[in-house]
């Protein structure tokens, strides 16, 4: 690498030492005595550095805006505050306009952690290794190792460029100087600097998976997985290679078969805290429990607002956080794909008797019964049901749908009885979502424009606390799953799709629907057969990888976002004139891409000559 002159006020200092660490290979040190220079260039020194290459997953993807980002305007999420505009923006894309404050503060996210990675790719060249001195020196090998998890960490920063907005300035180098000229790169290019980062790190000295000591750090195994689906997206776009799905396919099954890396038995065993370091989990973001002011914010996004408006319900550690305004909800046809008899993902995924149970829960306490119970008692007993949700394997539920009747007799006694969704995706009763009890407005009365759901539980922590109206604080530790085995073979499933290998298709995708079937309540899970197709692939996504996988992407990537989003969103469907010819699956256009942000546009000399993506 070229040796670069390089600032000695050095921007990506606060992000290095600022974030707690989160597992043992990630402690810091401290510098006092020494120059930023002096300092990245011992042992000890470029070691911090790549740790807070790392501890920028955190900023790009445990945010609010990644949530939001990532899940709304789909097939599969819905907003929980009906009336937010915000919200509204970018999931029933009204009012959706460049100046929209999530994409910018994603772009800003993902250049701030661009920039650190590239700093640390090139003061690589700066590091004394222990042939010079062996005292603070750094083993050769290692550095090479530490520069290849870089190198992995730009590619993957660079593809979310990429894949969001299609074109964007592809930086790789640290700033030297401030600059307020800037370009729009094309996508093939990004494409091809993401290949070459990848093939670095497969030819470096990685292991194909990591040890247990090591557990959170890349992998050849991650490179793969990463790579395949870079060849997946790419070869979707109309500069792709005619190789790119069989590369995909060939790197998805190279870690299917050779990485060590395996299914688990039990879907309840991936998601489960005690067990959250497995062989199934090839990459995510470390947590520990000392990370008090950074934790995961996961659990609080799929939780409807239960702390305002309802008699005896309040903030309280038993559940934890709510996002409120923010908090994204199953769609309709989310519900109606989970087989709850059949299919452990069900029981695992939401709240439900299995998660009420300490010693099946996936948190280890009984907090996720599919109720939430009364915490002050001044109407509702303590311990009792203020907000009951009938769910397929409630004792109680036995297909019973409660009448206004019997509902109006609960809520006498302080108690709101939700009926589950019922219909079926054959008669395409998600259409129409408007009497289903999850998607009614304002029924506690203190926050008319909020729903109140089934919440998703998988992502629960049992040490989240709840911090009142400020939301959740204290010991949240734990991982963020970014890339999983299960993941891999519905990789090489769409890959095998596309390159027309349908018995492949059907072996890879049946793997996971097999294991789906281990330890449901019932025995009988259909199998795919016949041809695969995409939309079986994006179903089987939605069930195995709800919220763990930005399902915005999935339906860019596949050209499928106005088909699915507006057959399977009530919300986008329901909106009378407010869908344009921009989002129909004629167009298909505009809102495949973000917009490139008018205020990074408006910092710049050149910003207007630039554009902006097409339609907007």
Not at 29 to 48: L, M, P, R
Not at 110 to 130: F, G, Q, S
Not at 321 to 339: G, Q, R, W
Not at 497 to 519: C, E, F, H, P
Request: with cysteine; net charge negative; hydrophobic share 35%.
């Amino acid at each position: 690498m070229k040796r670069k002159n390089i600032l000695a006020k050095t921007i990506f200092f606060a992000t290095t030492l600022l974030v707690s660490s989160c597992t043992s290979f990630l402690d810091e040190e401290n510098i006092a005595g020494q120059s930023a220079e002096e300092y990245f260039a011992t042992a000890v020194g470029y070691e911090s550095l790549i740790n807070g290459c790392y501890n920028t997953l955190k900023s790009v993807y445990n945010t609010k805006n990644y949530n939001v980002l990532s899940q709304l305007g789909t097939d599969i999420v819905t907003q929980n505050a009906v009336n937010s505009p915000t919200l509204a923006a970018v999931n029933k894309y009204t009012l959706y306009h460049s100046d929209n404050g999530f994409v910018y503060l994603q772009w800003t996210n993902l250049y701030a952690a661009l920039k650190n990675v590239n700093a640390a790719i090139d003061r690589a060249d700066d590091v004394i290794t222990k042939a010079q001195d062996p005292r603070d020196g750094m083993d050769e090998s290692l550095l090479a190792q530490r520069v290849a998890e870089a190198k992995f960490l730009r590619a993957l920063y660079l593809f979310d460029i990429v894949r969001n907005w299609g074109q964007a300035p592809l930086i790789l180098h640290e700033p030297t100087e401030i600059s307020t000229v800037s370009q729009l790169d094309s996508g093939d290019k990004f494409y091809d600097q993401i290949l070459a980062d990848l093939n670095d790190v497969i030819n470096a000295t990685l292991p194909m998976k990591q040890t247990a000591g090591e557990y959170g750090r890349v992998s050849k195994a991650a490179a793969k997985h990463l790579r395949s689906l870079v060849y997946l997206t790419r070869g979707y776009q109309t500069y792709g290679s005619g190789s790119d799905f069989t590369n995909a396919l060939a790197d998805a099954e190279d870690v299917i078969l050779n990485s060590g890396h395996k299914l688990l038995e039990d879907y309840a065993l991936v998601h489960r805290q005690t067990n959250e370091e497995n062989d199934e989990i090839i990459f995510c973001i470390n947590f520990a429990n000392k990370d008090k002011y950074w934790g995961n914010v996961f659990p609080e996004f799929y939780m409807p607002v239960y702390r305002e408006g309802w008699v005896d319900l309040a903030p309280d550690n038993m559940y934890g956080a709510d996002a409120a305004a923010h908090s994204v909800m199953p769609t309709k046809y989310t519900y109606l794909l989970f087989d709850w008899k059949k299919d452990q993902r069900a029981r695992v995924t939401f709240m439900s008797p299995y998660n009420g149970d300490a010693a099946t829960s996936i948190d280890g306490r009984t907090a996720g019964e599919n109720c939430f119970v009364s915490i002050n008692g001044s109407v509702v007993p303590k311990g009792e049901p203020v907000i009951y949700f009938p769910v397929p394997l409630d004792g109680g539920f036995n297909n019973h749908v409660y009448t206004q009747a019997e509902k109006n007799v609960a809520k006498e006694k302080g108690q709101y009885y939700f009926n589950y969704p019922l219909g079926s995706l054959v008669e395409k009763s998600y259409k129409d979502a408007s009497s289903d009890d999850y998607y009614i407005m304002g029924n506690q009365g203190g926050d008319s424009g909020s729903r109140t759901w089934l919440p998703v539980w998988k992502f629960k922590d049992a040490n989240m606390q709840h911090g009142g109206t400020g939301g959740e604080v204290g010991q949240v530790g734990r991982d963020i799953f970014l890339f999983r085995l299960a993941e891999t073979y519905l990789l090489a499933a769409e890959a095998a799709v596309k390159a027309n290998d349908n018995t492949k298709a059907l072996t890879y995708i049946n793997s996971v629907r097999q294991r789906a079937s281990n330890n449901a309540p019932e025995s009988g899970l259909t199998l795919y057969s016949g041809t695969i197709t995409i939309d079986d692939v994006l179903d089987e996504r939605a069930i195995e990888l709800f919220g763990e996988v930005p399902r915005w992407n999935d339906l860019t990537r596949t050209g499928k976002l106005a088909e699915r989003a507006l057959e399977y969103n009530w919300d986008i469907s329901n909106i009378s004139g407010a869908i344009t010819t921009e989002l129909s699956p004629g167009t298909n256009a505009k809102f495949s891409l973000r917009p490139i942000p008018v205020a990074w546009l408006n910092s710049l000399s050149n910003g207007q000559e630039l554009g902006n993506n097409p339609g907007w």
